[in-house]
């Protein structure tokens, strides 16, 4: 989707904020959309690791029993 905006879209999107917002917020804003991108991946890396580890977690209880039966 970003690659959907280009060098120009980036530019207006840009001269936009600075004009709302003013060259005092703009570092404000980018300290606060930083820290959410950063939270938002730790939170998606710690819900993929849940899940490998639920995989993992399945996938040897399934071979625990497969053994179970064999030596039954």
């Given at each position: 989707m970003?690659?959907?905006i280009g060098i120009p879209g980036l530019i207006?999107?840009?001269a936009i904020t600075l004009i709302l917002f003013g060259p005092k917020k703009?570092?404000?804003?980018g300290k606060a959309t930083g820290q959410?991108?950063?939270e938002f991946k730790r939170s998606?890396?710690?819900?993929?690791s849940d899940d490998e580890s639920e995989k993992?977690?399945?996938s040897n209880e399934a071979l625990s029993s497969n053994e179970?039966?064999?030596n039954a």
């Open positions: 970003p690659s959907l207006l999107i840009l703009l570092p404000e804003i959410t991108l950063k998606t890396r710690e819900l993929t993992t977690n399945m179970e039966n064999r």
